[in-house]
Nanobody, 122 residues
Framework: QVELSESGGGWVQAGGSLRLSCAALGRTFSSYVLAWFRQAPGKERELVAQITAGSSTSYADSVKGRFTISRDNARYTVYLQMNSLKPEDTAVYYC????????????????WGQGTQVTVSP
């Protein structure tokens, strides 16, 4: 199995930037689909960004042009660079991982981190 641990969250003013990191303990990290989710108070968890084993990326419309997901397989880490932050971005951010086969079969990610708080003030 895989253990994920997020870091880099914090408090920033609108327009600022923040980079989240998610370190993975696993033996097949390079083959995983990786993603960042977020959950704001009173709202459901939503997919923010995703990156495949081949480094293809996709983003929620609300963050396109502002957020960038990347991965460093040598360091077993996935990142989320967040620029031009808005108060609406305030949420707990989670990283997730799954091999493509299981993601396709189950429709959900296999492994999740504990989350890191991002707060953006006006």
């Amino acid at each position: 199995q895989v253990e994920l641990s997020e870091s880099g969250g914090g408090w920033v003013q609108a327009g600022g930037s923040l980079r989240l990191s998610c370190a993975a303990l696993g033996r097949t990290f390079s083959s995983y689909v990786l993603a960042w989710f977020r959950q704001a108070p009173g709202k459901e968890r939503e997919l923010v960004a995703q990156i495949t084993a081949g480094s293809s990326t996709s983003y929620a419309d609300s963050v396109k042009g502002r957020f960038t997901i990347s991965r460093d397989n040598a360091r077993y880490t996935v990142y989320l660079q967040m620029n031009s932050l808005k108060p609406e971005d305030t949420a707990v951010y989670y990283c997730a991982a799954s091999d493509l086969r299981m993601l396709t079969l189950r429709g959900v990610y296999d492994y999740w981190g504990q989350g890191t708080q991002v707060t953006v003030s006006p």
